[in-house]
């Protein structure tokens, strides 16, 4: 089964919207870690948003916030008020704590997000 | 400090050329490790170590070796280049130690084997 599961291959949204990326995860781990990472068109993995399995509270970082629904093992990436320079491809990661080092990332297949003018 | 740094930025080999990834990084991380991107795919480990001279296998090793002599440096070697290898190959770092959790990517190398 598929531990990172990214359903939209691509997504269009209008600068100055917002937009959802969708991210289900599939473990069994209580103690588990979801990221969001964004790799433009240059190809570099850029940090964006982090979530513990233990956190009461949804994460947000400046425009970025995680939609986190622990029960529906759901992990959406909201982005308010896009910018053309939100266009990338957009990847959902799991680090859990049973996979030995617990620093090991299982990746989604991503979603690439064009933002229109 | 300059993160994490690969090299080369690209490479082109012949089938059954061998070959080293260099990875660096000067953040003083214990783990570090290696993901290979596929176009369609989202990363995937190959290998990984948690401090010098221990190193484990990921979901994809066939066909590569690593070794951790330094703190600083995760070398990947490709012992007999195959096409099924070409692909992006990203290093990362991350502490192992108090609330951190953050891991750190290399810029990439871009492998071709024709």
């Known amino acids: 089964a598929q531990k990172i599961t990214q359903t939209q291959p691509g997504m269009f949204v209008q600068e100055k919207e917002a937009v959802t990326l969708d991210c289900t995860y599939d473990?069994?781990?209580?103690?588990?870690?979801l990221f969001w990472y964004k790799q433009p068109s240059s190809g570099e993995m850029i940090f964006l948003i982090y979530q513990g399995s233990y956190d009461q509270q949804n994460a947000t970082e400046g425009r970025y916030s995680l939609n986190f629904q622990k029960a529906r093992k759901s992990a959406n990436l909201v982005i308010s008020a896009s910018q053309l320079g939100d266009s990338a491809m957009y990847f959902c990661?799991?680090?859990?704590?049973?996979?030995?080092?617990?620093?090991?990332?299982?990746f989604g297949s991503g979603t690439q997000l064009t933002v229109l003018p | 400090n300059a993160g994490v740094t690969q090299t080369p930025k690209f490479q082109v080999l012949k089938t059954g050329q061998s070959m080293t990834l260099q990875c660096a990084q000067d953040?003083?991380?214990?783990?570090m490790s290696w993901y290979r991107q596929d176009p369609g795919m989202g990363l995937r480990l190959i290998h990984y170590?948690?401090?010098?001279?221990?190193?484990d296998q990921g979901e994809v090793p066939n066909g590569y070796n690593v070794s951790r002599s330094t703190t600083e440096d995760f070398p990947l070697r490709l012992l007999s280049a195959a096409p099924s290898q070409t692909s992006v190959y990203f290093c990362?770092?991350?502490?192992?130690?108090?609330?951190?959790?953050?891991?750190?990517f290399g810029p990439g190398t871009r492998l071709t084997v024709t």
């Open positions: 473990t069994s781990d209580p103690s588990y870690g």
């Open positions: 990362a770092s991350s502490s192992l130690g108090g609330a951190s959790y953050e891991q750190y």
């Open positions: 953040m003083n991380h214990e783990y």
């Open positions: 170590s948690v401090g010098a001279g221990i190193t």
């Open positions: 990661a799991m680090r859990e704590a049973i996979s030995g080092s617990a620093r090991q990332l299982t």
